[in-house]
């Protein structure tokens, strides 16, 4: 992330605000139901974004990207998912890598990654989950063994966004099996695609469509030492929750993003529909659903705005991040289902954008840390800045 005073200003933010909107109005709007309903990868809105520079949105200006602030940055997230979300998770995933190798990278790592991952001519994402650890992170088993110059990695990583598409990806393995704690054996490394490294199935997802994710399989993968992220073993867990704050920001302002829409439409559609002689929206049951909706969005924006405030100003934000994602992922939920109800039958219909709000939702209580996960980081931090 760019240091306070190379942060874009509000003139900057209101230009990359304007253009991503007309962007959305005539290049994505009028084709993502059909892209999403038939699980297409989104091709050509691809290539645009490169053209926009979202691949190198938060990556400082000195490696070519935008240097967004967290703030801005939060607004472009909500602005595309109030459209359709997928489209984040392209970038987004993509960043996280970039946030690794730009945060704990060597210098020579900075230089032969950053400017290829800002212009999207390397793409991919973060290999974390395995199937037999999610939230439990310190349970992986994807092992790196030291052998020369290079290391060897076995495993299998699950659940991999960008993983078909992408071609280079943050893995976090264990260099050190027997470490205790074991996150002091965790080692974080950028990883091309090449000989002994295969994916062996792309999932069948409830929403979440037209991006891709994937299992990756690690068959005595061979990767250059250079590759180990910050040159030093051992602090692949240090280095993946380090870029936690910033996944939840972003998780939060796609659930802001599709609560937004999701009340947006309900406003709109109550108003259209009339049963018994006036618009839906005059009876009394209608109005309380709407009431609610509006403060859930409104909620949720003003603790994001506070979490994103927080990072860009470099203070911890692990209680603020996770209070923005918690809340926003409930009333992306919430709102969606609200809304589809309040459509009657046709929220049911696949040419109605609630139905896809309605499933796309969810996920947003699963990524970056479960909602289950995040009460418990709240809790925790709350007593810890509250010792008595
Ligand atoms: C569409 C999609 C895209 C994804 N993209 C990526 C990606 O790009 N990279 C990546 O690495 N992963 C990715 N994931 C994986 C995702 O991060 C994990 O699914 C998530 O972390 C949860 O892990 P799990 O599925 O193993 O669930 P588990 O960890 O098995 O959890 C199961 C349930 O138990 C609860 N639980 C677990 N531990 C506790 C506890 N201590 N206290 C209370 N409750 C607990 C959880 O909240 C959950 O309700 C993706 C997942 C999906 C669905």
Same mark, same amino acid.
């Not at 290049?27 to 053209?51: C, F, G, R």
């Given at each position: 992330?760019?240091?306070?005073?190379?942060?874009?200003?509000?003139?900057?933010?209101?230009?990359?605000?304007?253009?991503?909107?007309?962007?959305?109005?005539?290049?994505?709007?009028?084709? #993502?139901?059909? +892209?999403?309903?038939?699980?297409?990868?989104?091709?050509?809105?691809?290539?645009?974004?490169?053209?926009?520079?979202?691949?190198?949105?938060?990556?400082?200006?000195?490696?070519?990207?935008?240097?967004?602030?967290?703030?801005?940055?939060?607004?472009?997230?909500?602005?595309?998912?109030?459209?359709? /979300?997928? +489209?984040?998770?392209?970038?987004? *995933?993509?960043?996280?890598?970039?946030? %690794?190798?730009?945060?704990?990278?060597?210098?020579?790592?900075?230089?032969?990654?950053? &400017?290829?991952?800002?212009?999207?001519?390397?793409?991919?994402?973060?290999?974390?989950?395995?199937?037999?650890?999610?939230?439990?992170?310190?349970?992986?088993?994807?092992?790196?063994?030291?052998?020369? @110059?290079?290391?060897?990695?076995?495993?299998?990583?699950?659940?991999?966004?960008?993983?078909?598409?992408?071609?280079?990806?943050? =893995? =976090?393995?264990?260099?050190?099996?027997?470490?205790?704690? &074991?996150?002091?054996?965790?080692?974080?490394?950028?990883?091309?695609?090449?000989?002994?490294?295969?994916?062996?199935?792309?999932?069948?997802?409830?929403?979440?469509?037209? $991006?891709?994710?994937? !299992?990756?399989?690690?068959? @005595?993968?061979?990767?250059?030492?250079?590759?180990?992220?910050?040159?030093?073993?051992?602090?692949?867990?240090?280095?993946?929750?380090?870029?936690?704050?910033?996944?939840?920001?972003?998780?939060? *302002?796609?659930?802001?993003?599709? #609560?937004?829409? #999701? +009340?947006?439409?309900?406003?709109?559609? *109550?108003?259209?529909? *009339?049963?018994?002689?006036? &618009?839906?929206?005059?009876?009394? %049951?209608?109005?309380?659903?709407?009431?609610?909706?509006?403060?859930?969005?409104?909620?949720?924006?003003? +603790?994001?705005?506070?979490?994103?405030?927080?990072?860009?100003?470099?203070?911890?934000?692990? =209680?603020?991040?996770?209070?923005?994602?918690?809340?926003?992922?409930? %009333?992306? $939920?919430?709102?969606?289902?609200? %809304? /589809?109800?309040?459509?009657?039958?046709?929220?049911?219909?696949? !040419?109605?954008?609630?139905?896809?709000?309605?499933?796309?939702?969810?996920?947003?209580?699963?990524?970056?840390?479960?909602?289950?996960?995040?009460?418990?980081?709240?809790?925790?931090?709350?007593?810890?800045?509250?010792?008595?």
């Amino acid at each position: 992330m760019a240091p306070k005073d190379e942060k874009y200003h509000d003139m900057d933010e209101t230009l990359i605000l304007d253009s991503i909107h007309k962007w959305l109005e005539r290049d994505v709007a009028p084709y #993502a139901m059909d +892209l999403e309903h038939s699980d297409t990868y989104p091709v050509e809105m691809v290539e645009q974004m490169k053209d926009m520079g979202l691949f190198g949105a938060t990556v400082s200006q000195e490696w070519g990207g935008l240097g967004l602030s967290a703030s801005t940055y939060s607004k472009v997230v909500t602005m595309i998912s109030e459209v359709w /979300m997928s +489209l984040t998770g392209i970038f987004n *995933s993509h960043l996280m890598m970039a946030t %690794a190798v730009e945060k704990f990278g060597t210098e020579e790592q900075k230089q032969r990654f950053l &400017p290829r991952f800002v212009t999207g001519e390397l793409r991919g994402g973060t290999g974390l989950t395995e199937p037999d650890a999610g939230t439990d992170l310190q349970g992986i088993r994807t092992k790196a063994v030291r052998d020369g @110059d290079h290391y060897i990695i076995n495993g299998t990583k699950t659940w991999i966004t960008n993983s078909i598409e992408g071609s280079c990806f943050a =893995l =976090l393995t264990k260099t050190d099996i027997k470490a205790d704690p &074991p996150r002091k054996g965790m080692s974080l490394f950028i990883v091309e695609k090449g000989a002994g490294f295969e994916i062996s199935k792309r999932f069948e997802k409830l929403g979440y469509k037209g $991006i891709d994710s994937g !299992e990756m399989v690690f068959t @005595d993968f061979r990767v250059p030492v250079d590759n180990l992220i910050g040159g030093e073993e051992g602090r692949g867990f240090y280095q993946t929750v380090g870029g936690l704050e910033l996944g939840r920001i972003n998780v939060a *302002s796609r659930s802001v993003g599709i #609560a937004k829409r #999701a +009340l947006d439409e309900a406003v709109r559609y *109550s108003q259209e529909r *009339s049963t018994f002689g006036k &618009p839906i929206c005059q009876h009394q %049951a209608i109005q309380l659903k709407l009431a609610e909706m509006a403060t859930r969005y409104e909620s949720s924006r003003l +603790l994001l705005e506070q979490a994103a405030n927080a990072y860009d100003e470099g203070r911890r934000c692990d =209680l603020e991040a996770g209070m923005a994602k918690y809340s926003a992922s409930e %009333a992306a $939920i919430e709102n969606s289902l609200e %809304a /589809m109800r309040i459509h009657g039958g046709y929220g049911y219909s696949k !040419e109605f954008i609630v139905e896809r709000l309605y499933r796309d939702a969810p996920l947003m209580a699963i990524g970056e840390g479960t909602n289950e996960m995040q009460k418990i980081i709240i809790a925790r931090q709350l007593i810890e800045r509250n010792k008595i």
